[in-house]
């Protein structure tokens, strides 16, 4: 995460970013059920692929929806700039804030 934050700020301070499109970084840190070792290096991808049934670990409904909206937030970037928008159920998600 720090790399990230880095890498973002330098970018502020040399011009290189183009002033209209925000920078959005996030710091996964869910609860990974099965052992202790808690979140580690990519495992932010089951959930921003909904992939959690593929996996041996024993998530329930809260991790199935944070994966539901961790998609629909990076699906939300990639059509528009902006990973804001609503939900499956039409109710606007937590706002997400450019860094």
């Not at 970013?17 to 710091?27: C, F, H, K, Q």
């Not at 929806?65 to 059509?79: G, H, S, T, V």
Request: charged residues 25%.
């Amino acid at each position: 995460e720090l790399g990230s934050r880095s890498f973002t700020e330098i970018e502020e301070r040399v011009g290189a970013r183009v002033p209209e499109a925000p920078r959005y970084l996030y710091e996964f840190g869910a609860e990974i059920p099965g052992d202790d070792s808690g979140a580690f290096h990519s495992v932010d991808l089951w959930f921003c692929f909904e992939t959690l049934a593929k996996c041996w670990r024993p998530f329930v409904g809260k991790h199935y929806d944070l994966a539901r909206q961790m998609c629909n937030y990076w699906c939300n970037f990639i059509k528009t700039g902006d990973p804001n928008g609503v939900d499956n159920d039409g109710q606007r998600m937590p706002e997400w804030k450019p860094y």
